[in-house]
Nanobody, 115 residues
Framework: QVQLVESGGDSVQPGGSLRLSCVASGISVSSYSMAWYRQVPGKQREWVATVSSGGSRNYAVSPKGRFTISRDNAKNTVYLQMNSLKPEDTAVYFC?????????WGQGTQVTVSS
């Protein structure tokens, strides 16, 4: 059974940085793209970034240039380095992997950006 566990969320001031981690179990992630999404209460979950199995990276417009997605296949982990954080980055961040047509999600980690 595929399981994803996110960590690293916290409360920070605008301009601060955080690094989120997502550890996968039940599967070797090396053959799959992995992604980060975020969700604010009352709004749809939105895509943030994806890293392919080959290491190619894509970003949504808002975090581009401030966030970096990376992966460590040996640790079965994907990361999201977030710099220059803004209040509008406040959300619950979720890790995602799609396997055999099924989407798997972690429980999420809360990021709050506020002065």
């Amino acid at each position: 059974q595929v399981q994803l566990v996110e960590s690293g969320g916290d409360s920070v001031q605008p301009g601060g940085s955080l690094r989120l981690s997502c550890v996968a179990s039940g599967i070797s992630v090396s053959s799959y793209s992995m992604a980060w999404y975020r969700q604010v209460p009352g709004k749809q979950r939105e895509w943030v970034a994806t890293v392919s199995s080959g290491g190619s990276r894509n970003y949504a417009v808002s975090p581009k240039g401030r966030f970096t997605i990376s992966r460590d296949n040996a640790k079965n982990t994907v990361y999201l380095q977030m710099n220059s954080l803004k209040p509008e980055d406040t959300a619950v961040y979720f890790c995602n992997i799609k396997v055999g047509g099924l989407n798997y999600w972690g429980q999420g980690t809360q990021v709050t950006v506020s002065s």
